[in-house]
């Protein structure tokens, strides 16, 4: 939970933290710079991006989290140009974590249904 304060704070200095400086994304070796440079990357694009637990299930050195991730972006995000239009999506993440922090970390999200909803036009 004090991960997802972090990311709700925008505190991206402090990951070191959380996360290892070697990790694995969705199974493919990575860093956390890498990690960091990603989430620097949404709250750019939007601003008031925000992580909502929904769910947590912990598992010996593993982590599942679903979440609720809402957001209006105020630049151009996943190709579509900002509108004033909001977008609400569930995340699924899983992590594992050795010395308490994430060694492996991999998240799911409908980039499918963010696009429908950035893209959606009003009727009338």
Known sequence: MRYIAALNAHEFDGMDEFVSEEVLLSGEPGT???VVEVLKGIVDAVPDFHWKVEEMLFDRDGIAVRLTNT???A???LGV???GASC???EYAIYK???GRFIHMTNLHDSAAIFRQLTAREDG
Request: aromatic letters at 6%; glycine letters at 6%; charged letters at 45%.
């Open 32 to 34: 956390r710079d890498a």
């Open 71 to 73: 957001g209006t972006p």
């Open 75 to 77: 630049k151009e995000w």
């Open 81 to 83: 140009k900002p509108s």
């Open 88 to 90: 609400k999506t569930a």
């Open 97 to 99: 974590v050795r010395d």
